[in-house]
Structure formats: structure tokens, C-alpha cells
């Protein structure tokens, strides 16, 4: 099977009229295309650096600007809600406020007569009056 592509010894082949394609590609407009690619791309490259150098040495020369309202928005809060600085410390705060409020005595609103008492207090006295409760109506439906 091996000796199926190979030419037979009685009959010699005749490779003078084999040549290749010359029609399908054209070395040489392959080679100016791909030298023109190269000479467009160093000339980009090269506008490209220039004019990195003219912005960085333009901003050098006008110097640092800073925004015109910079100087007035130092002392000013930003909007809410902000961020915490110490959000343990500030929950710690929140829950002794919380603690103090439902463990004292305090005026909820004095015009009304409305005061605030201890929860253990409350709940002596709940205790002690029981909860008020409706009446028991004698028509069930």
C-alpha cells in the first residue's frame, strides 16, 4: 500500500512542467502593505508621545488647580446619612441612652401630664390593677 504514491521505476516522472501558483498571491504587495503598517504605526506612536509631552508639560506649567469651591466646603458637613467613625462606640452610646430612658423617671410631655416610668415599675403595677378587659356581651352570633 506504501508503494502506491511512490513513482513506479519503469515509468519516470516528468516534474519540468510543475511550477507553482503565481497568480494567487503577490509577494511583493504583501511586503509593501506590511512595510506601510509598520511606518503608519511608528508614526502614531510617535504623535502619540508628543503629545503626552505637550499636555504633561502644559499642566506642569498652568500647576495644580483645585475646585473653586474647595476652600468653602472644608467646615461643611456632608449630607445624612454619614458614615460613623466609631460605630461600636456609638452603638455602645445608643444602647446606654436606651438603658437610662427605660430604667428612669421622665417627663414624655409635661404640657399633657405625660410621664415615663421603669419597665419594672410598670409591670408592678400592671400586676398589682391587672389589664382592663371588655365586658362580656350576652348576644353571641
Known amino acids: 500500500m506504501a508503494d502506491a504514491h511512490l513513482p513506479h521505476p519503469a515509468h519516470p516522472r516528468d516534474d ?26 511608528v508614526i502614531v506612536h510617535l504623535l502619540v508621545w508628543v503629545l503626552f509631552g505637550y499636555l504633561s508639560g502644559r ?3 498652568l500647576g495644580a488647580r ?6 468653602t466646603r472644608e467646615t461643611q458637613l456632608p449630607p445624612e446619612p454619614r458614615l460613623q467613625i466609631n460605630p ?9 441612652h436606651e438603658d437610662e430612658v427605660l430604667t428612669s423617671y421622665g417627663w414624655v410631655d409635661k404640657n399633657t401630664g405625660v410621664v415615663r416610668i ?3 415599675e410598670a409591670m408592678k403595677i400592671v400586676v398589682r390593677k391587672g389589664l382592663p378587659a ?3 356581651t350576652s348576644d353571641r352570633r
Open 118 to 120: 421603669p419597665i419594672e
Open 88 to 96: 461600636r462606640e456609638d452603638l455602645r452610646d445608643l444602647r446606654a
Open 66 to 71: 483645585e475646585h473653586p469651591l474647595a476652600p
Open 16 to 41: 519540468s512542467g510543475v511550477h507553482h501558483e503565481t497568480t494567487d498571491v503577490n509577494i511583493g504587495g504583501v511586503l509593501l502593505f506590511a512595510a506601510g503598517l509598520f511606518v503608519v504605526a
Open 134 to 136: 371588655r365586658e362580656p
Open 59 to 61: 499642566e506642569t506649567r
